[in-house]
C-alpha cells in the first residue's frame, strides 16, 4: 500500500489495520489486567472484600477480554473479507 492510497478509496486500509490494532489490544488487555489485580491487592489491608473482588474482576477482564477482542478482530476482517466478495471487480457504468 502507498501513501497516494489513503486519499483515493480504491483500497481498502482498514482489513490492514485491524491485525495491528488486535495486537495493541492484546498487549493492553493483560497489562491493565495486572494493574488493576494488583489495584485490588493493595486495597485487601483497608477493606478485604473490594479487593477480593477487584483481583477477582480483573482476571475476569483478561480472560473474556482477550477473547472479545478476537472475535471482534475476526467479526471485521470477516465482514471485509464477504465485502470482497459480494462486490464486483470492475466498476460499470449503469
Request: hydrophobic share 55%.
Amino acid at each position: 500500500m502507498e501513501f497516494g492510497d489513503l486519499f483515493s478509496f480504491d483500497k481498502k486500509i482498514a482489513p490492514a489495520i485491524i491485525k495491528p490494532l488486535y495486537w495493541i489490544g492484546l498487549l493492553l488487555i493483560p497489562l491493565m489486567g495486572i494493574i488493576y489485580f494488583f489495584y485490588g491487592f493493595g486495597w485487601l489491608f483497608s477493606n478485604f472484600g473490594y479487593g477480593i473482588w477487584m483481583m477477582g474482576s480483573s482476571i475476569f477482564f483478561v480472560i473474556f477480554g482477550v477473547l472479545g477482542l478476537r472475535v471482534g478482530a475476526e467479526i471485521c476482517l470477516a465482514i471485509f473479507e464477504l465485502h470482497e466478495k459480494v462486490t464486483p471487480t470492475t466498476s460499470s457504468p449503469v
